[in-house]
């Protein structure tokens, strides 16, 4: 027979303590630290590290705050009523999470350390736990509303939450299934990451260092098929970007293209809207989208989407937030803060590849005004200058590299469904309703 408690938070817990913030240079007796905001959280999940604060703390103050595998990062203070976001999010440490972050790892001061009694509790499943109580809202409950920002009220969660206790080998084989879902999506992220990295490494040799063009030049081989060598030069001449293969051209992108050419109207007959805003985007990942009834979409909603556009933030641009659109529904429509770029006169698989090279977010960024959210506007991302080879050369590139494109892309919807039947699974099996198989097929 299974055996279940109850208890709130605050009997299984060995530890919790507020985060710091510390100073952006150093000072005396400070250590330098990376310090995890709720902000953060889902950009690790995306595998991106570089946006975590580096920053000096106290070291006596630090030293009582060091994250350690199995820790949890409880998010207290931040979220609001107006994004729809409540605190209450939760992240799990991991050894990978530390070993990517180096030096000395802390929460950020709108965070809570939390570390819970391992006799009692795994640490995978009362994360679990803490992501239930945030997926059904009930993390809500323990919010108080400040002068626009939600507090968390840490005290008063501790003693009302109440997480369901089953043995430890029970918890643990809950966090197994759960974990296993993680992990496909984690594997999928990280593929995908790899087929696009291949895509730019590609364009850069071909478009940017010419290396067939150098390699035919000095007389050795390309490496590359004969019908594609041909139509490399063998040569270059001098242009405005510096020396380019003899017989190209420097030609803007947006003689390549056409940006915001399709906007969303009111006479446009729709029953609902799937909105994608700028925080909802990565390097490459759509986070989340929201559904809203027509008409009832923010009046943001207004970049359509088609297949092959790549959309990128004209909002702080040299962060990279991109994503490339397949197969979109009709009902797909994007944030005005966004230029949409719809291939016409080359690829969709070359468009992409070359609005997304690192070199180009960096120069938007130095390009983007404004003091709070500096920003380019579209026109100056259609201005993006490129050696252009010709339509032949280009479709070579896309017929090569559309399939990992496309892969990838598939990666990417089959974890957006993974973490849906993640978000199912949860509440059922935290709860018990749905029983797990435990180890030799024994029953729970």
Same mark, same amino acid.
């Given at each position: 027979m299974r055996r279940v408690t109850d208890a709130p938070v605050r009997d299984v817990l060995e530890f919790a303590i507020g985060g710091g913030w510390g100073q952006e240079t150093e000072f005396e007796d400070s250590v330098p630290v990376r310090v995890i905001r709720g902000t953060d959280f889902e950009r690790i999940r995306n595998g991106n590290y570089s946006e975590v604060p580096a920053r000096y703390e106290k070291a006596s103050k630090a030293k009582r705050r060091i994250l +350690?595998?199995?820790?949890?990062?409880?998010?207290? $203070?931040?979220?609001? %009523?107006?994004?729809?976001? /409540?605190?209450?999010?939760?992240?799990?440490? $991991?050894?990978?999470?530390?070993?990517?972050?180096?030096?000395?790892?802390?929460?950020?001061?709108?965070?809570? !350390?939390?570390?819970?009694?391992?006799?009692?509790?795994?640490?995978?499943?009362?994360?679990? *736990?803490?992501?239930?109580?945030?997926? /059904?809202?009930?993390?809500?409950?323990?919010?108080?509303? $400040?002068?626009?920002?939600?507090?968390?009220?840490?005290?008063?969660?501790?003693? /009302?939450?109440?997480?369901? !206790?089953?043995?430890? &080998?029970?918890?643990? *084989?809950?966090? %197994?299934? !759960?974990?296993?879902?993680?992990? +496909?999506? &984690?594997?999928?992220? %990280?593929?995908? &990451?790899?087929?696009?990295?291949? *895509? %730019?490494?590609?364009?850069? $040799?071909?478009?940017?260092?010419?290396?067939?063009v150098h390699a035919k030049a000095e007389g050795r081989p390309s490496g590359l098929p004969p019908d594609l060598d041909a139509l490399f030069p063998a040569s270059f001449e001098a242009s405005e970007l510096g020396e380019i293969p003899a017989g190209w051209e420097v030609t803007a992108i947006s003689s390549l293209t056409s940006i915001n050419d399709w906007t969303l109207r009111a006479k446009d007959e729709l029953e609902f809207i799937d909105y994608i805003e700028i925080s909802a985007v990565s390097a490459g990942t759509i986070e989340r989208m929201e559904r809203y009834a027509r008409g009832e979409e923010p009046s943001r909603a207004r970049r359509r989407l088609r297949h092959g556009d790549t959309v990128l933030s004209t909002v702080r641009p040299d962060r990279g937030s991109y994503f490339l659109c397949l197969d979109p529904t009709d009902s797909l429509v994007a944030s005005t803060g966004f230029a949409v770029i719809t291939p016409t006169s080359a690829p969709w698989a070359f468009v992409h590849t070359a609005m997304t090279q690192p070199d180009l977010f960096q120069r938007l960024g130095y390009l983007a005004d404004g003091a709070a959210y500096p920003a380019v506007r579209p026109n100056v991302v259609g201005e993006a200058e490129i050696a252009w080879g010709g339509p032949a050369i280009a479709a070579r590139f896309h017929e090569a590299i559309a399939p990992n494109l496309e892969l990838s892309a598939r990666g990417r919807r089959q974890s957006n469904t993974l973490e849906g039947l993640r978000d199912a699974l949860l509440p059922r099996l935290v709860s018990g309703e749905l029983r797990v198989a435990m180890p030799g097929g024994r029953e729970p």
């Open positions: +350690k595998p199995g820790d949890i990062v409880l998010e207290i $203070s931040g979220g609001s %009523r107006t994004s729809n976001q /409540s605190t209450g999010r939760s992240f799990l440490i $991991s050894e990978a999470v530390l070993a990517n972050l180096g030096e000395i790892v802390i929460p950020a001061s709108f965070c809570r !350390l939390v570390r819970f009694d391992r006799n009692t509790i795994d640490p995978r499943y009362a994360y679990y *736990a803490l992501q239930e109580m945030y997926v /059904s809202g009930r993390a809500a409950l323990y919010e108080q509303q $400040s002068t626009g920002i939600s507090n968390f009220q840490f005290e008063y969660f501790l003693d /009302s939450e109440v997480i369901s !206790l089953p043995p430890l &080998e029970e918890q643990r *084989a809950i966090a %197994r299934v !759960l974990g296993a879902l993680d992990d +496909k999506i &984690e594997l999928n992220r %990280r593929m995908s &990451e790899t087929l696009e990295e291949m *895509a %730019r490494a590609l364009f850069r $040799s071909w478009f940017v260092d010419f290396d067939p």
